[in-house]
């Protein structure tokens, strides 16, 4: 039976980026015996052009009808006058809440040979390996009411921040689970000292801590992860944490890494049915000049065949891929140093077809 994969080009990047990376998977399918069936829809800014919304009702079906989705990025400048409720982040946020996506998962890796791309000294980066865990579907994005109220000069804007138990249970349950599977240590991020949200947060996930254990749990308000996450990343495991401050704290992990364009993610629904995406936006100002790095974009195809498509094996082989490319010395701009040949500088068509060169070679060499 045919793994069924919606990929979402989107906008900016975003199209340059999914139309190798689906070449890339259709080779996947082909190479290990694993039948795939890819569809393509409009999501995003490129979807307001064509049908006058962010998240058109097809587009929405035909994600609930994947076993995953795949997507570029959404947005741009094109864009940023129409209200917030058209705007293309709202198809995005349209996918998660229609198909009750709530746990966030971005892995932050340091690869090897990356360690001078990083803006923190390689010492404090060399290994790292962190998981940040970001509850998805509730918070302060979605909370109501929201809006902006009152005659000009004396306006006010306003969101709700909420969470439930059973939110804050679920999206735990991930981090523990995660934690058990890793190294064992799970950090609940919170601002309990000031939000009562939070304080609910915090006494929630210190309840549910005696199912796990195995797992070493702690609490850390958000303003201070922020902090250790740039004085000392590796005291990290897994984090887990609302919708707001999961934002502001991956992205944090991001830069990292030396380059948000080696940042995956996932976004899992109870079924384990998942939206994969890079974590980098749209990156207008490089669109259409085989510039943009796709390396993000193959991981979080890596992490689909791992977290929705049950093969585990062909998600190691792709991630091996990307490091055998990294090794031989191929760089985009972005993650390229100061002793990288300009021989080695390679765009993204270029990138995605040397990591489907080694993810082959790989393949075959294990068969």
């Known amino acids: 039976m045919a793994h069924s ?38 999501v995003g ?31 741009g400048p094109k864009w940023d006058a129409l209200p917030t409720a058209q705007r293309p982040e709202r198809g995005l946020l349209g996918l998660r809440s229609g198909l009750e996506l709530f746990a966030n998962l971005r892995p932050a890796i340091l690869f090897p040979q990356l360690a001078s791309a990083s803006s923190l000294k390689p010492e404090l980066v060399a290994g790292l390996d962190i998981l940040i865990i970001r509850e998805l579907t509730g918070g302060i994005y979605f909370g109501e009411p929201r809006g902006v109220e009152g005659a000009p000069g004396q306006r006010r804007g306003f969101n709700t921040y909420v969470y439930s138990e059973d939110e804050i249970v679920r999206i735990a349950r991930k981090g523990f689970e995660a934690a058990q599977a890793r190294n064992g240590r799970l950090c609940s991020v919170d601002k309990a000292n000031v939000l009562e949200v939070t304080a609910l947060w915090r006494e929630v996930v210190s309840d549910l801590a005696s199912e796990y254990p195995d797992v070493e749990l702690s609490h ?148």
């Open 45 to 75: 800014g490129c979807a307001i052009d064509a049908e006058g919304t962010p998240l058109p009702a097809s587009t929405l079906e035909a994600a609930r009808k994947a076993d995953a989705i795949l997507l570029g990025a959404v947005g």
């Open 5 to 42: 994969i919606l990929l979402l080009p989107g906008d900016g990047i975003g199209p340059e980026i999914m139309g190798p990376v689906g070449a890339l998977l259709e080779r996947i399918g082909a190479v290990t015996g694993t039948p795939l069936t890819l569809e393509t829809a409009l």
């Open 220 to 367: 850390m308000y958000v303003d201070n992860a922020g902090m250790q996450l740039v004085r000392a990343p590796k005291q990290f495991d897994v984090l887990v944490t609302g919708n707001m401050f999961g934002d502001i704290l991956s992205d944090v992990a991001a830069m990292l890494t030396g380059s948000l364009g080696m940042l995956p993610s996932a976004s899992l629904n109870a079924a384990s049915q998942g939206l994969y995406e890079p974590v980098h936006g749209s990156a207008p100002d490089i669109a259409g000049q085989d510039l943009a790095n796709p390396l993000a974009t193959i991981q979080s195809a890596a992490m689909m065949f791992r977290y929705s498509l049950g093969a585990p094996a062909i998600a190691e082989a792709l991630e091996g891929a990307v490091s055998d490319v990294l090794d031989a010395g191929l760089r985009t701009r972005d993650i390229a140093g100061p002793e990288t040949a300009e021989a080695a500088l390679v765009g993204t068509m270029a990138m995605t077809q040397a990591v489907t060169d080694a993810f082959e070679a790989r393949w075959s060499a294990s068969s």
